[in-house]
């Protein structure tokens, strides 16, 4: 029974680096660690699908902290924590007093009397995401360690300005699914590809995610886009030394047809250069919005020169046996929907839209699977204990 | 024991329409159907009040999407989902990512991975509001056939352009409870009346909520309006068959007193007239602020000419015995009291503001027992369960 | 074992006058009944520490209405409520319909078909925050005696122009477990000190609610201030009058020396002058925006006089062995951290840093505390039924 495998391999994995640690970026973690997400996400889905509750929290908060707009993360988080039995509190800034000048050290303690997680979206600036995550571990840390909170509430990083760990691991399931393990990902051919967007500014967590989760597994790995679209270095040397490390490969193309060209697997998805990026940022923290307005139309002109950086069904063509395997972290733009022209044509969407969709499915169960390990020293113990008891989600 | 009584004429009903499916108009339904929401409800009210718990999700998200403000509704749906054991999720377009142009067939994928309910209200604009509900349901059709959801989350219409049936479901048991039962209430008379406000733009949907669903209880509907004010015709068209089918009549009147005289049940209330809705749709969708302030006034003025039409002490001594059961979907606009003119005098509304409260609070009620006969083929079975069990709702 | 003799405590005290009433001001309250409401809110405290669930409600909601930013009390209160099984529903006035000259009376019972609790926070208009709690009350006492609400639920004062009771009594429990009894509060010296803030029109609740429950304890209250920066004379009556009944005492100084000297416990905090307060509210009434800003500068430049109202080191060597208790209601105004110059020096503030989030932790225990105490007339008994039961909170 797919139940009981899954349990016994979460079981014999034995990885316990999970355990009591923040979820913040996937190259932090171990393979086995990583498997182990995986595993228990799958087996949590499972368990829905045939009516056992996974509810192991009887009560307690689960924070969120969307410093930008969300609709799907949002309620991926509200659905895992849900699932455990955590309410979701969301942590509205503008209604908070952090827009008075309070400390988030402080306002951190605040909200986590009895809170279990605290999930963080930060994608905006580049170089402060990541950097406030660890902010609000210190003062957890600190909070805990001084007897001001009964146990240390987990992080999970709902995306930030360098990686996006919810969407790479839900991503990576469903290839695994999709090939039918992580062995058969070995040697797979994945272009995580720019594309043209008529908007402006799309985070890097994305595409720098994939590229430092996918060199893990073995895959050779393209990044391919216009001269001047670069990812922060920092994670460019990850990617590459995973490579290295899997026994995959890590290259960069400037071509999107050499990406595509007998590729498995097609990632196109638009993002701001980085250098843009940082200018952006120190223009948002000095609130300069003449020089924000500039820098978009220039971003706009210079991206309109690449239209061509298009995922349509001639490009599909150039893929292995033309029946390469298209993802997006979604929404995509989509040409003639969504907008005038943008990243992917109607045709190639429509046909990988259900495959797009179960993609995104994973999300909320990889976020309670990384809740759960983060909670349990010892996963399969109360997994075990949830199964026997089989409690029903629905009467 | 009432219980018992209640759990026997549910059994016996054997009304399995429900189970699986969406409610969006109550003329959709049969008339078996929506006597068994009628008394799911009264028995689950029944059994909080005895402290008994009718929670039957054990996690679960309900999802509300307001397109329009509501406090009573929302509550209501809120409440509703807690009673059985689901946690309430709202989406905020102005805070989603549906503002991005992203499609409405993926975001309701994309929300719904772990929600069993989507309420929606959406009655701003004719037309509109109820085909919105359907695109939502073919949405979810479409992603629990693709294997994309584990089920498909039923879907309650809080009020939209043509209906607003959990109000008049409300109404209903208000009705039968007042009167004693549901036969009771053929042959009694109910003045459904336009009466003035000085607000502009109501919507159509409580006048023909009352008038499509009282005219299935071979009462004697009557609908009073000025001229000009006429509801959408095909709701009048399925009233007049309606009445056919019941035994009751239909009929419309363009004077208050004629509606009131020997009045059984008088439900006096504003609305916008039909035209004046359609041509305020087109502005909004324009956005033209001058065309839409242009509107108002003029409306405002042409209901200003109907000053007279107001529930007073007088037109309330026309009704049987003088002494009509007066209702109101609430908030009303009491004269003297919310505006200087308005629907109902103070003293009329007085006399019967514990009444319309009582009304009121069958709502959460009836919410809950629409989702209740959604989930469970048999819900005689899971409710014998509940009370079998009787589990206390507070320790 | 602790528990036991919490529990002991708290049958042995027969405090059951907290049974369905309202906890809107402390000096309403008997000494038993507050004796009381900290005993069980350290004894949940203690039960959570060691996984024991306190979810005494399988459903039902604990509504806020916040008419004023909050993110601590936001927090304690869907802390409190989760903690007991109840979901958070907050009426936000923007999106509901009582911006719209809906009556309040009918609003209240509108929302509160299966509420529990009602948490108001209004500190804005001096005369209307604690009076509007109270209309609040009526509200629901009318609709629960005509059958409209299936039972009462309980009013939490969440923060008022008069009292701010979970705070106070928060300091309170820090207080006592800090000196190790409430026995040993007793001619304890307290200095209540207003201290400079840049910022204008901070509410006198805190204050007020110091004054009005430490004189109880038989301590030695000094409130401090400058001339012209007094608080609400009736609340001055009340704690003249406290403090003799208890054999403690209460005085005003207006040198911020005198009330530190020798004091073992300190809380310098700003806030508004009584009759500064008075003209705000008629000024916010009348939406007098040129009127506002010409008091608040007046009141800055008043404010600016009293700078060396500030607590730093020397100001603490005047205290009890220099070593007297820091308390704040946070978030404190420290200097060179959060403004420019404040209420408090960076090196005080740190030093104490760490108790001051304590003091903060024990309130949504209070507020849990508040709503046990409110809807068991023999809360030992519920309490212990939780312990023998020992559900777990995490499984």
């Given at each position: 029974m797919?139940?009981?495998?899954?349990?016994?391999?979460?079981?014999?994995?034995?990885?316990?680096?999970?355990?009591?640690?923040?979820?913040?970026?996937?190259?932090?973690?171990?393979?086995?660690?990583?498997?182990?997400?995986?595993?228990?996400?799958?087996?949590?889905?499972l368990?829905?699908?045939?009516?056992?509750?996974?509810?192991?929290?009887?009560?307690?908060?689960?924070?969120?902290?969307?410093?930008?707009?969300?609709?799907?993360?949002?309620?991926?988080?509200?659905?895992?924590?849900?699932?455990?039995?955590?309410?979701?509190?969301?942590?509205?800034?503008?209604?908070?007093q952090i827009a008075h000048g309070e400390t988030l050290r402080e306002t951190v303690n605040m909200i986590s009397f009895l809170s279990d997680f605290v999930g963080i979206r930060d994608d905006m600036y580049l170089g402060a995401g990541n950097?406030?995550?660890?902010?609000?571990?210190?003062?957890?840390?600190?909070?805990?360690?001084?007897?001001?909170?009964?146990?240390?509430?987990?992080?999970?990083?709902?995306?930030?300005?360098?990686?996006h760990p919810t969407q790479s691991m839900a991503d990576l399931l469903h290839l695994k699914?999709?090939?039918?393990?992580?062995?058969?990902?070995?040697?797979?051919?994945?272009?995580?590809?720019?594309?043209?967007?008529?908007?402006?500014?799309?985070?890097?967590s994305v595409p720098q995610g994939i590229i430092g989760l996918m060199t893990r597994m073995g895959m050779d790995v393209?990044?391919?886009?216009?001269?001047?679209?670069?990812?922060?270095?920092?994670?460019?040397?990850?990617?590459?030394?995973?490579?290295?490390?899997?026994?995959?490969?890590?290259?960069?193309?400037?071509?999107?047809?050499?990406?595509?060209?007998?590729?498995?697997?097609?990632?196109?998805?638009s993002w701001a250069p980085y250098q843009i990026m940082e200018q952006r940022t120190v223009l948002l923290q000095k609130d300069d919005q003449e020089g924000?307005?500039?820098?978009?139309?220039?971003a706009l002109t210079n991206n309109a020169k690449y239209q061509d950086w298009h995922c349509d069904a001639q490009k599909m063509k150039l893929t292995k046996n033309g029946e390469a395997l298209y993802m997006h972290c979604l929404p995509a733009d989509i040409s003639g929907v969504s907008c005038e022209k943008g990243e992917v044509s109607a045709d190639v969407f429509e046909k990988y839209r259900i495959e797009t969709y179960k993609e995104a499915g994973y999300k909320p169960y990889i976020i309670a699977a990384m809740m759960f390990a983060n909670k349990?020293?010892?996963?399969?113990?109360?997994?075990?204990?949830?199964?026997?008891?089989?409690?029903?989600?629905v009467l």
């Open positions: 797919m139940i009981n495998k899954l349990l016994k391999k979460i079981e014999n994995r034995q990885a316990n680096q999970l355990y009591s640690k923040d979820f913040l970026l996937t190259w932090e973690k171990s393979l086995k660690d990583l498997e182990q997400v995986l595993d228990i996400a799958q087996l949590l889905k368990m829905r699908e045939i009516n056992i509750s996974s509810k192991v929290f009887n009560s307690g908060l689960a924070i969120s902290i969307f410093r930008d707009n969300s609709t799907r993360t949002r309620f991926s988080y509200a659905s895992a924590a849900n699932l455990l039995g955590l309410e979701l509190q969301d942590l509205e800034e503008s209604k908070s950097t406030y995550m660890r902010e609000v571990g210190e003062a957890l840390d600190d909070g805990y360690a001084q007897g001001v909170l009964p146990h240390r509430p987990g992080i999970i990083n709902l995306q930030c300005d360098i990686d699914n999709h090939f039918g393990s992580l062995e058969a990902l070995k040697g797979k051919k994945i272009a995580m590809s720019w594309a043209y967007s008529p908007s402006y500014g799309k985070p890097l393209v990044l391919a886009h216009p001269e001047g679209y670069g990812l922060i270095p920092d994670v460019m040397e990850i990617a590459e030394k995973n490579a290295k490390i899997s026994g995959g490969s890590f290259k960069v193309v400037h071509q999107m047809d050499d990406a595509f060209k007998n590729a498995d697997i097609v990632y196109p998805k924000l307005q500039k820098l978009e139309q220039e349990y020293k010892n996963p399969e113990k109360t997994l075990q204990k949830l199964i026997s008891k089989a409690s029903f989600r």
